[in-house]
């Protein structure tokens, strides 16, 4: 079975300094990964996603993550974080062991901008 | 906007009573999925439908069903509900089964349960 653990349900950063958003998955398979943001009140939005190309994924609104097989992690990056960036962020799995390819979700972390 | 629609936006409802939630899919996309987001279990995936049938399930109770018609929506049904019902349900879509394919999800129903 798959899993996603993301470290940290809150993380504080100020404005123009890094974000690094933790994610750790399980997956007895090779796994596709997803970040997703959530603003309040909204759908989820899909920030990037790896599904076995390059390691390094950049994704949507200057984010980008890293795919580390020996580590089994995705983490999150941002080089500056803006205002903007304020939401909760989930990292998700699929694989294809799943017949239907469904989405397994880390808890979330919700990111905070401090200015 | 993700070109996933859902109805209602919100629903407030008794314990015991039934509901249901519709969602339609981006153009084009055969595969809907259905989950639910909680403040105590998180987003958890509900069940699967590909082209009019059913794929998979997950934590879906049996109080819950679902199916997606010819035309491709699909529709949630909620059965004697209870207060821990109360959550945000989602419908994404996405084009097909292939593995890595990315699902579009719709701005949710918000489900309050008295």
């Known amino acids: 079975a798959q899993s996603v653990t993301q470290l940290g349900s809150h993380v504080s950063v100020s404005e123009g300094a890094l974000v690094l958003l933790r994610c750790n998955y399980s997956s007895s398979v090779p796994p596709y990964l997803f970040w997703y943001v959530q603003y309040p009140n909204q759908g989820l939005q899909l920030l990037l996603k790896y599904t076995s190309a390059a390691t390094l994924v950049k994704g949507i609104n200057g984010f980008e993550a890293e795919f580390k097989k020996s580590e089994t992690s995705f983490h999150l990056t941002k080089p500056s974080a803006h205002m903007s960036d304020a939401a909760e962020y989930f990292c998700?799995?699929?694989?294809?062991?799943?017949?239907?390819?469904?989405?397994?979700f880390g808890g979330g972390t919700r990111l905070m901008v401090k200015p | 906007d993700s070109g996933v629609t859902q109805t209602p936006k919100h629903l407030i409802t008794a314990t015991g009573q039934r509901v249901t939630l519709r969602c339609s899919p981006r153009s084009g996309d055969l595969s809907v999925y259905w989950y639910q987001q909680s403040l105590d279990q998180g987003l958890q995936f509900l069940i699967q439908y590909y082209n009019g049938e059913e794929r998979a399930k997950g934590n879906i109770l049996e109080r819950f069903s679902a199916q997606q018609f010819p035309d491709l929506h699909s529709e949630l049904n909620l059965s004697s509900l209870e207060l821990g019902d109360s959550a945000l349900y989602f419908c994404a879509s996405a084009l097909g089964l292939a593995g890595g394919e990315t699902q579009y999800f719709g701005p949710g129903t918000r489900l309050l349960v008295l």
């Open positions: 998700a799995v699929s694989d294809e062991a799943n017949a239907g390819n469904m989405l397994t």
